[in-house]
């Protein structure tokens, strides 16, 4: 029968006592439940917290002197009370709540404002926590573009920038926090120059909520931190954060459903609009104090100024960025840093001087064929090529010239006789 023995004595038992109404299925639950918190108990806790309002529950508890009941009763009392009396001290009660406000920054219209900011990393890379610098659109909610970097420099910000400018067109207005990547001479004078309006937000005086990106840095934290950890190279990084990328763009957005914008797909509610259009010739010439553009040959070298500097053999006849920030010299390509030189860069005639000690960069654009340079000798591969002085032109010389000079020479001849 699969029943133990002390259920069969139970049925026997049950049977003898009454017959066939005892083996009906029956509820074990008490019928008469000993209810603790009762009108008798509820007035003497009122008038325990009433004189000592400040006070918890274990400490009116022990106050109580009442064994036979728990703390967690004497807490449950407690929070009836402060519901229901008015007469208790120092109980905040909350005020009605003011109607929501419009967002200070909420866009009307695509390519109103845009958001720019970046967050550490909550693992360590190579030996120190890297940063993902993100700019998102702030109608649709699109990131328009991304990097990762091992600092939150002013040169990632400006690569940021430029590489959704080129994307989508220039926004009205540019929406930052105070840190110093976005505070800095060269990232205002370019906002300057691109005639964008360039707010800056406090986060230390509560206007974090100012800036949209607080809200995807949340939602990275939950959905991609994992799959960030378990990177292990800057290259594997930079490709699960392009990856994670995509698919936040792809798939729906809370903000979107709330502003009945269908389909609620980031990218599809942007489709094809673009900002205030920016030729590329334009845009560098916007960006000119650091951003060199320049195309690669086929062994991945590109010339700059009088050098020649390998950049990578697997992006042949490829426009990369020269990026030029401090002393440091990058060359970057789709957000990524692929080489990096020292370099002495010359503010009155804007050139770059001095290019050494440089670095190639294990990335995703590797040759698939290999190279027949092995990594660590391609690190300081740099050509330099100085111009030759031009000599000033000879005078020309003319028949008429040659006549004169003959008249001169025998005029004077004629005058020492």
Known sequence: MHVSRPTVDAWIQR??????????????????????????????????????????????????????????????????????????PHVVRPGPKPPPQPHPYKAQRRHQSWFIDGRQMDFALEGGKWWSIVLLEGYARTIVAGAVAPTEATWVALMVLYTACLRYGVPETLIADSGGAYTSNAFEAVCTRLHIQHDTIVSTQGESYKNWMETHFNI???????????????????????????????????????????????????????????????????????????????????????????????????????WVYGEQLRAVFDDVVVAEYHCRYDGQTRKVHDIRDGVVYPTRFLSSQGSLIPLHARETIVVYRPTPRRQPPAPPRTTGTRQLLLFALATAGAGSR
């Open 220 to 322: 990275q934290r939950r959905i991609d931190d994992y799959q960030f950890s378990l990177a292990t190279t800057p290259v594997e990084f930079e490709r699960v954060h392009q990856a994670c990328i995509q698919t936040y763009n792809t798939t729906a957005h809370q903000g979107l459903l709330q502003d009945q914008r269908f389909p609620p797909i980031p990218l599809e509610v942007l489709g094809a609009a673009k900002g205030r259009p920016a030729p590329p010739e334009e845009l560098a010439r916007k960006f000119a104090t650091t951003l060199f553009p320049r195309t690669t040959n086929r062994y991945g070298c590109v010339p700059l100024h009088s050098y020649h500097v390998y950049v990578e053999e697997g992006l042949p006849h490829t426009q990369i960025l020269l």
């Open 15 to 88: 049977f003898e006592t009454e017959p066939f109404a005892g083996l009906v299925d029956k509820s074990r639950a008490p019928k008469s439940p000993a209810r603790k918190v009762w009108l008798p108990l509820m007035i003497p806790v009122s008038h325990v917290q009433q004189r000592h309002p400040d006070a918890g529950e274990f400490r009116l508890w022990s106050l109580l002197a009442q064994p036979t009941i728990s703390v967690r009763t004497v807490g449950r009392i407690m929070a009836v009370h402060k519901l229901v009396y008015d007469d208790i």
